[in-house]
């Protein structure tokens, strides 16, 4: 690994519980879990830009964003950061394969033969 290198970091995000409540408060929970995981990536070295770490709080604060439908904005908007970004690579999240955006960006990565990583492999949760 390059010092210089920067890699993209997959976490889920979008939660849609079973009985419709709570969809809020688990997407904060999942947030403040992406940024305390994306600290732990760059204390191991790795310079990584976290999509969630970075859209969440524009997410909340403008109440446009939150309809039916705004995680297809967010993943236009990542998809374009990933093609207009020279990634080292892709680093997975836990739980990552039960995430739709996750997934799109594993294939995209996958495509683009980028290395692929795996969050618990380079770090651990407490």
């Known amino acids: 690994m390059n010092k210089n290198d920067l890699f993209y970091f997959a976490h889920p995000y979008t939660c849609y519980p079973l009985n419709g409540n709570g969809r809020f408060p688990a997407e904060q929970a999942n947030f403040n879990l992406c940024c305390m995981r994306t600290a732990k990536l760059i204390q191991a070295g790795y310079f990584v830009y976290s999509p969630i770490c970075h859209t969440h709080p524009v997410h909340l604060a403008a109440p446009e964003f939150i309809v039916d439908g705004e995680r297809e904005l967010w993943m236009e908007l990542d998809k374009l950061i990933i093609e207009k970004t020279d990634f080292a690579g892709l ?13 799109a960006e594993y294939n995209i990565f996958c495509k683009k033969k ?6 618990h492999n380079i770090a651990k949760d407490d």
Do not use: D, E, H
Not at 114 to 119: A, G, Q, S, T, V
């Open 91 to 103: 680093i997975l999240a836990p739980g990552w394969w039960k995430s739709v955006g996750c997934g």
């Open 114 to 119: 980028k290395p692929i990583l795996f969050y």
